[in-house]
């Protein structure tokens, strides 16, 4: 019987990336910040407030495909992540970097921006880091994708309130 080989991703020589902190992935474009629950205890032990203030001042819950609404930090009017800040030392920049948010720290290394070629090179085309800097490698792109699954996303089911972790049954 012929062997059966998984087929390699299309990262299997492993991907370059550097952050040249631009901050383009941090605004001016709606989008999402999913938030785990480390995320909050981080945060909240950074900013120093608790996580009823942290939930009620820095995130919005926004629907999920399954019914329930997932916690994702807020954005400005003009679309800039809530903690994104023109007024810092190096002229503008993340006020919590050293705390931020998984999905953050892992950019771009997320299962929908690693998962094909095609979409690699578009989330390459509006970020400077890709394709250039550092080569990661097949092992650390799974670690960050495997972290996900880690650190999941915090949901709440609409009709109760109550909340739960995604993935939990």
Request: charged share 25%; with cysteine.
């Amino acid at each position: 019987m012929p062997e059966i080989h998984e087929k390699s991703p299309f990262y299997a020589q492993g991907l370059h990336f550097s952050c040249t902190r631009c901050s383009a992935c941090c605004r001016h474009e709606s989008g999402y910040v999913y938030l785990s629950g480390k995320d909050t205890l981080r945060l909240e032990e950074y900013i120093k407030i608790s996580g009823k203030e942290l939930t009620e001042t820095f995130c919005r819950w926004i629907p999920a495909e399954n019914g329930n609404e997932w916690l994702s930090l807020r954005e400005k009017p003009n679309y800039d992540c809530i903690f994104w800040a023109s007024d810092t030392l190096e002229g503008g920049g993340c006020t919590v970097y050293e705390a931020r948010p998984l999905q953050c720290r892992a950019f771009p290394f997320w299962s929908a921006v690693v998962s094909s070629p095609k979409n690699w090179r578009i989330t390459a085309a509006s970020c400077p880091g890709a394709n250039s800097g550092t080569l990661h490698s097949p092992a650390s792109i799974e670690k960050w994708l495997a972290l996900r699954q880690k650190e999941p996303i915090i949901e709440r089911a609409c009709s109760t309130g109550i909340k739960k972790l995604k993935g939990e049954s």
